[in-house]
């Protein structure tokens, strides 16, 4: 037989051996019961699976480390030390085969029995796949990392064995070898020391090291940590046992030979981790949306810089210990940032140790170290340290500190639990804030691609009234100097649209819906004085204003900065009005608030409050945001209808009912938009019904207990028909705005019905639905209670009734045939009125509609949070989506949904809870039952096998 024919045959035929060995015994069964049952414990008690609320299988994986010490530890305890004990280790020993192929066949056969371990814990995430849904590269790359400890650990329990004959004192030293590359690199042990110390420790345990994969990354240098921490045991091993053979210890050539090699391989072994340090980029994220590694957005940003961009790091060696296991993970970050582009420069520097760098971090950024307060059970201190990330492109800069980059949430067992919230959209925001910034400092027309044209159709100036002949000599001086600043990538015309016939207004009336303009209803002075301004694909309407120059330049610098892709853009909502006396008194406000909202949008545009009564859009609105509107004027419609004529995008959240608080009850009244009919004009009607769904989120009920006599009022949070919990099918993830986003909530939704005709002329999205377990209801009694199960009494219609629609292309005004309010414009000293009506929207414009009043609303999304974080973070982070998307902007949209939120379970009753889990522990204990059948039919075969390759060996040794 060949050598390496003889090393495959010998190394897998001691390996079926121990492992037929191994499940002979009733420790094995025990061995698969303790380690199943401890994990389904841990996954469903300990880290409080359904209270956690989060659809992974990161429980799982949590106490691993420190689970296979003890598990490994036990399987190998006997490997050696029996064979010494029992006298057998001489035959081992004088037996042709070479020893590393009994070191490495044990080994196989461990490593067998730790996979089938790891196998009967897949209940676990198929249950949760089933649930609701999930990511399956984090899992493989954590059942991979999970199998790459279980090798470490077992050679390190083979080494143990191997020094002595007791298996008791083989267990102790081998979880003793085992803790001590765990706990050297645990926060706990490396908060003693500085950052940097400390993430050499970290980067010698096996628990820092296994969780980098169990994250869903997998990288070469941990891939081969666990692959050299095995190797270098398995090595010592065959080199005690290889000192077993040796008469003394006297210093013979072979004896030394054996130890030069030997020290040399484990060295080798050992430095190439180091040298492994440099590559980077060795590694493949497995997370669906590659969420560990920088997006091409993010990429896209890196290469608009036309100078060098500063991205520094503040962090102290001394920090809070929470914040400590964030540094590494942020310092690797901002390496990809440095890679990505050669005018990225990435500094990490600690303040404290570097006072010129302090003085001028506090002098210039702004950037002070923040005091923590540290305690324990024996005393109390205050540290303070930094946590910043300083991002300055030019002279423009923006400043991150631990609010801005971390998530606090309250773990289900009382502790605090902080992660990064999401580095890589904070950082590129930062960076798309300060290139922004530097650009609108210089000339607009850097950041635009494609020339700009601009045409004012004007009537002579014998037909226009006195004011508009002088603004239009105003025009013409601003469009001058526009041209100059442009140069050749922008040009402008005046036509007058009643010269040769008349053909131009035709073509204005069939294209644009312009009309001609009058100065009162009833004047026969008409005229025309329109701004229209684009690029070959996108066009915009320039608003008059009121008539000033300065007003004319403002609204024209907003148009072009449309089509840069530097510029901030600017918001206008317009959300109803809030009495803040009656608020601070507690009493009941049936008008929905929207702060929360207005602060998150605010984090990356410009939020203005708008108000309609004069019958116009602010010039510089790139998108309008109307939120709970309510008996909305005819003025308020006309402005709203002529945005979107203009080629606007209007984003509504309307519905016939609002939820409010009465007398402690919550009730349904009704709520009059005023856009009913100018909603069904566009082909969009909202039923006056209310949407029930099994499938929904939960809401805070009051529920009394009868505890030895006492009734007790306790709040629980139980499934609420009327919290849509939107996921899955129901969200149309092939649309942009809804990419990636895991789920949403829809409270107090009605169901919206388009008209059959619209996709004729307008291209419609199916944004959100609800789930085909919904029906309709149109009780005004919404009351939660917890006497009688709401979710059960919804009956499935199984219909998925529309909940939020899209409409893109050429809009028809509601007013082309209506008689429209007239506006004043001018200037307080010069002001008259003009009926004017667009009567025909570009092919840009854009109408969004959901039909909720609440959905994003204060008090909806402080209950979403109080259920789970993420729920209340989806719901804005698709408006800001939707922002995006609305502005033509990809933006951040393609990083703020990734991995920052995970997807959530659906609502369960305690019952189902208690199925799910007592079926995983019945599917464990038939895996045993079936591992152990296995085993039966294949004991007999495998002693056959190792009987005939030991004659077979002695054969042709002889």
């Known amino acids: 037989m060949q050598p390496d024919a003889m090393f495959s045959v010998s190394v897998r035929r001691i390996a079926r051996k121990e492992r037929s060995v191994f499940f002979q015994s009733t420790i094995a069964y025990l061995f698969l019961a303790v380690f199943s049952g401890v994990s389904l414990f841990v996954f469903f008690w300990g880290e409080a699976f359904y209270a956690r609320n989060v659809a992974d299988v990161a429980p799982l994986f949590k106490w691993m480390p420190i689970l296979f010490i003890f598990l490994c530890s036990a399987l190998t305890m006997r490997t050696w030390s029996e064979e010494r004990r029992s006298g057998t280790l001489e035959h081992v020993l004088t037996q042709p085969i070479p020893l590393w192929h009994f070191v490495l066949g044990k080994f196989v056969g461990g490593l067998v029995v730790v996979a089938v371990a790891l196998v009967i814990t897949l209940p676990i995430p198929i249950s949760v796949w089933i649930m609701a849904g999930l990511d399956w590269g984090p899992v493989v790359a954590g059942y991979l990392a999970s199998l790459l400890l279980g090798a470490a650990y077992l050679a390190i329990g083979q080494f143990a064995s191997a020094r002595s004959d007791n298996p008791i004192v083989a267990l102790l030293l081998s979880v003793a070898i085992g803790s001590f590359f765990y706990v050297v690199g645990a926060s706990q042990f490396t908060a003693f020391f500085g950052q940097t110390v400390a993430d050499f420790l970290a980067g010698l345990s096996t628990g820092a090291r296994f969780e980098d994969i169990t994250r869903g990354v997998i990288d070469l240098r941990d891939f081969y940590y666990f692959i050299s921490l095995a190797a270098v045991f398995l090595v010592a091993t065959v080199f005690s046992l290889e000192r077993e053979r040796w008469i003394s210890d006297a210093t013979e050539p072979r004896h030394v030979h054996w130890r030069w090699a030997t020290t040399l391989l484990i060295g080798n072994l050992l430095v190439a981790n180091l040298w492994l340090g440099y590559f980077t980029f060795a590694r493949i994220d497995t997370t669906a949306g590659q969420q560990y590694s920088l997006t091409d957005t993010t990429k896209a940003y890196l290469n608009r810089l036309q100078e060098p961009l500063l991205i520094r790091g503040y962090f102290s060696d001394k920090t809070h210990p929470l914040l400590a296991p964030l540094v590494p993970q942020l310092s690797n970050l901002l390496a990809e940032y440095d890679v990505a582009s050669r005018l990225v420069n990435v500094d990490i520097v600690d303040p404290q140790r570097e006072p010129e760098l302090e003085q001028e971090a506090r002098e210039k950024y702004g950037i002070q170290a923040v005091p923590f307060q540290l305690a324990d059970r024996y005393q109390s201190s205050i540290v303070s340290s930094y946590f910043n990330v300083l991002v300055q492109y030019g002279d423009e800069y923006d400043v991150l500190d631990f609010e801005d980059l971390i998530d606090v949430r309250n773990a289900p067992n009382g502790d605090i639990d902080v992660q990064l919230r999401n580095a890589e959209f904070d950082i590129t925001k930062s960076i798309k804030t300060v290139i922004q910034r530097f650009q609108s400092a210089g000339n607009v027309f850097d950041t635009i691609k494609q020339p700009i044209h601009f045409t004012a159709y004007v009537s002579a100036d014998a037909r226009l009234p006195e004011t508009l002949v002088t603004f239009k000599n105003e025009l013409n001086t601003v469009l001058d100097s526009v041209k100059v600043k442009g140069n050749s990538q922008f040009t402008f015309e005046l036509i007058d649209p009643d010269a040769n016939g008349g053909a131009v207004a035709e073509e204005l009336a069939t294209n644009y819906g312009f009309q001609p303009m009058a100065t009162s209803l009833l004047s026969d002075q008409t005229f025309y004085f329109y701004m229209v301004m684009g690029t070959q694909d996108q066009k915009v309407q320039i608003p008059l204003g009121d008539l000033q120059a300065s007003t004319l330049q403002k609204n024209i610098d907003s148009g072009l900065q449309r089509f840069s892709d530097g510029f901030t853009k600017t918001i206008a909502l317009v959300a109803p009005e809030q009495d803040y006396a009656a608020m601070s008194q507690g009493l009941a406000v049936g008008k929905p608030a929207f702060q929360q909202l207005e602060n998150w949008l605010g984090d990356e545009w410009q939020v203005i409050h708008e108000d309609l009564s004069d019958g116009q859009v602010s010039g510089n609105a790139d998108a309008l945001l109307v939120m709970a509107p309510e008996g909305l004027n005819d003025n308020a419609r006309f402005a709203i209808d002529q945005y979107l004529m203009q080629g606007g995008t209007v984003l509504l959240g309307t519905s016939p009912y609002n939820a409010t608080?009465?007398?402690?009850?919550?009730?349904?009244?009704?709520?009059?938009?005023?856009?009913?009919?100018?909603?069904?004009?566009?082909?969009?009607?909202?039923?006056?019904?209310?949407?029930?769904?099994?499938?929904?989120?939960?809401?805070?009920?009051?529920?009394?207990?009868?505890?030895?006599?006492?009734?007790?009022?306790?709040?629980?949070?139980?499934?609420?028909?009327?919290?849509?919990?939107?996921?899955?099918?129901?969200?149309?993830?092939?649309?942009?705005?809804?990419?990636?986003?895991?789920?949403?909530?829809?409270?107090?939704?009605?169901?919206?019905?388009?008209?059959?005709?619209?996709?004729?002329?307008?291209?419609?999205?199916?944004?959100?639905?609800?789930?085909?377990?919904?029906?309709?209801?149109?009780?005004?009694?919404?009351?939660?209670?917890?006497?009688?199960?709401?979710?059960?009494?919804?009956?499935?219609?199984?219909?998925?009734?529309?909940?939020?629609?899209?409409?893109?292309?050429?809009?028809?005004?509601?007013?082309?045939?209506?008689?429209?309010?007239?506006?004043?414009?001018?200037?307080?000293?010069?002001?008259?009125?003009?009926?004017?009506?667009?009567?025909?929207?570009?092919?840009?414009?854009?109408?969004?509609?959901?039909?909720?009043?609440?959905?994003?609303?204060?008090?909806?999304?402080?209950?979403?949070?109080?259920?789970?974080?993420?729920?209340?973070?989806?719901?804005?982070?698709?408006?800001?989506?939707?922002?995006?998307?609305?502005?033509?902007?990809?933006?951040l949209m393609n990083i703020r949904t990734r991995g920052a939120y995970s997807q959530t379970l659906p609502p369960m009753t305690e019952t189902t809870q208690r199925i799910w889990e007592y079926g995983n522990y019945l599917m464990s204990v038939l895996l045993i039952l079936m591992t152990g059948f296995l085993a039966y039919r294949s004991r007999r075969k495998a002693q056959q096998h190792w009987y005939s390759f030991l004659a077979e060996t002695k054969g042709e040794i002889a």
């Open 661 to 891: 608080l009465q007398n402690r009850n919550l009730v349904a009244q009704r709520y009059d938009s005023g856009l009913t009919d100018w909603l069904a004009h566009m082909g969009v009607q909202i039923e006056e019904s209310l949407v029930m769904d099994r499938q929904s989120g939960a809401f805070p009920v009051p529920v009394t207990r009868n505890i030895g006599g006492l009734q007790v009022q306790e709040m629980q949070m139980l499934p609420y028909p009327f919290f849509l919990d939107v996921r899955g099918d129901s969200l149309n993830q092939t649309h942009p705005v809804l990419a990636g986003l895991p789920q949403l909530n829809m409270s107090w939704a009605s169901p919206i019905k388009l008209d059959k005709a619209l996709g004729d002329h307008l291209k419609v999205s199916r944004l959100v639905t609800s789930s085909d377990q919904a029906q309709l209801s149109q009780s005004l009694t919404i009351t939660p209670t917890g006497q009688t199960d709401m979710v059960r009494a919804v009956q499935p219609t199984g219909e998925h009734y529309l909940l939020a629609a899209a409409l893109e292309g050429e809009f028809t005004s509601y007013y082309a045939d209506k008689d429209q309010p007239t506006l004043s414009l001018g200037s307080d000293d010069a002001v008259f009125d003009v009926a004017q009506v667009i009567g025909k929207s570009p092919a840009s414009a854009r109408l969004i509609v959901f039909a909720s009043n609440t959905f994003l609303s204060d008090q909806v999304l402080q209950l979403a949070a109080a259920v789970n974080r993420s729920a209340m973070a989806n719901n804005l982070s698709m408006m800001s989506n939707l922002v995006d998307w609305s502005v033509e902007d990809a933006g």
